[in-house]
């Protein structure tokens, strides 16, 4: 192994402790969501806000500035300072964990910047990282502000697009520290360019769902019907699609919104199948890409195990982050499978 080669791999490594991390950012903010805690921290404060309430007295003082919001005086009147403590803490965690990452990434970049470890090329990228990272910092305060006017809930399209440059960040730090285990070969096999277009549009499908899943969230539509296979008395509920105009329900009427989403599952579920079945036929593909299709069909089973069962038990949080989390090992295992298809 030569030295670059080793630093490659070092590289990698960092960036997917650091993809590691957003993905915990990431379950971390639909837990924080499921149990009403995202407008408990009513400041953007990057610099100050990095230390939570230390003595009764700041606690109290955090406490008043969030009783002058709709959210206490609409949903949490007669709140309690121990229950404030407790939705402030999920909140908390979550911008801390926002500020760990900034550290946990422009630290070691500096390092391997300094001692000439990133090879020609590369230096680009991480720097669209960092300010990738920075603009959804911006963009989940953005979010936030939403939520702290008359109607206390945030937007459920700056939630959608909160969760989608999320995911859009941790794919494409898991991509080039991909590109960095396995270099490029120039002898792609037989039958690969015509899989790998499959697993680019597979790969755009999954993120669609999670986008779907982001709107499940931002307006509760996961409560609507819990039931299953059907949506109370049938397939196709109705007053699906009653707005005007129509499309608007896709985005903001809970049946529609609840109704997309199986829609989605539904077509995942046949699309991955085809997909596997067209490219494990193939007998010269590599066997990290024919190992990466079967981790695929195993992600869609669990994936849709977690996901009926969150909706049958009304939503449980533990379940349902699960959910959230296999959504994001899904897309990252076919995203894999891409990469070993076509580089």
Not at 63 to 69: I, P
Not at 200 to 208: M, Y
Request: net charge positive; glycine share 8%; charged share 10%.
């Amino acid at each position: 192994m030569d030295l670059q080669t080793r630093y490659d791999r070092q590289l990698a490594s960092w960036l997917i402790v650091c993809a590691a991390v957003i993905l915990s950012m990431i379950l971390l903010g639909g837990v924080t969501r499921l149990t009403g805690s995202g407008l408990s921290i009513v400041e953007w404060a990057p610099i100050s806000g990095v230390l939570p309430p230390l003595n009764e007295q700041q606690w109290q003082q955090t406490f008043d500035k969030y009783k002058q919001f709709p959210e206490y005086q609409k949903v949490n009147s007669g709140m309690s300072l121990p229950e404030f403590k407790r939705i402030f803490l999920y909140e908390y965690a979550h911008r801390l964990l926002g500020r760990l990452i900034g550290v946990l990434f422009l630290v070691p970049f500096l390092f391997f910047y300094f001692s000439h470890r990133i090879k020609p090329g590369l230096t680009p990228k991480l720097m669209i990282m960092f300010v990738l990272g920075g603009l959804q910092g911006l963009l989940g305060w953005y979010m936030v502000k939403s939520g702290l006017v008359d109607n206390p809930s945030v937007s459920q399209y700056r939630l959608t697009a909160h969760l989608g440059t999320a995911v859009i960040i941790y794919g494409y730090i898991i991509w080039v520290a991909f590109s960095l285990l396995y270099p490029p070969e120039s002898d792609l096999q037989q039958g690969q360019p015509t899989c790998r277009r499959f697993a680019v549009a597979l790969s755009g499908l999954v993120f669609l769902m999670i986008l779907s899943g982001g709107f499940v969230a931002g307006t509760d539509a996961g409560y609507a019907y819990p039931t299953f296979p059907l949506m109370g008395d049938s397939f196709i509920p109705p007053g699906i699609y009653d707005t005007e105009p129509f499309w608007l329900a896709a985005f903001e009427d809970i049946t529609t919104i609840q109704f997309n989403h199986r829609i989605f599952a539904y077509l995942l579920i046949v699309v991955i199948l085809s997909f596997a079945i067209s490219t494990l036929k193939y007998g010269n593909i590599r066997p990290e890409a024919r190992a990466g299709v079967k981790l695929v069909l195993i992600m869609l089973a669990v994936q849709v195990t977690l996901g009926i069962s969150t909706l049958l038990l009304h939503m449980p949080v533990p379940l349902a982050a699960a959910h959230q989390g296999g959504a994001i090992l899904l897309f990252t295992s076919v995203l894999f499978v891409c990469h070993r298809l076509g580089n």
